[in-house]
C-alpha cells in the first residue's frame, strides 16, 4: 500500500510539474498554432504518464519491499 501511495504522489506531483511547464511554454508562442500545439502536448503527456507510472511503481516497489523480492 505504502508502494502504490507513494508512486502516485510523486507521479501526480511530476505530471502537474511538467504539464504547467509545457502549458507556459505553448503561451510564450503566438500565432494561430497554438491549439495543435496544446493537443500534442495532452498526447505527449499522456505517454510521459504511462511510461513514469511503470518506472516509478517498480523502482518504489523494489525500495519498500526489498527483502521480499
Same mark, same amino acid.
Given at each position: 500500500?505504502?508502494?502504490?501511495?507513494?508512486?502516485?504522489?510523486?507521479?501526480?506531483?511530476?505530471?502537474?510539474?511538467?504539464?504547467?511547464?509545457?502549458?507556459?511554454?505553448?503561451?510564450?508562442?503566438?500565432?494561430?498554432?497554438?491549439?495543435?500545439? +496544446? *493537443?500534442? !502536448?495532452? %498526447? $505527449? @503527456?499522456?505517454? =510521459?504518464? +504511462? *511510461?513514469? !507510472?511503470? %518506472? $516509478? @511503481?517498480?523502482? =518504489?516497489?523494489?525500495?519498500?519491499?526489498?527483502?521480499?523480492?
Amino acid at each position: 500500500m505504502a508502494a502504490a501511495v507513494s508512486t502516485f504522489v510523486l507521479l501526480q506531483m511530476v505530471c502537474a510539474g511538467l504539464a504547467i511547464g509545457g502549458l507556459l511554454w505553448i503561451a510564450s508562442f503566438s500565432g494561430s498554432s497554438g491549439g495543435s500545439r +496544446l *493537443v500534442a !502536448l495532452a %498526447v $505527449a @503527456m499522456a505517454a =510521459i504518464y +504511462l *511510461v513514469l !507510472l511503470v %518506472v $516509478a @511503481m517498480r523502482t =518504489i516497489t523494489r525500495r519498500f519491499y526489498r527483502r521480499y523480492l
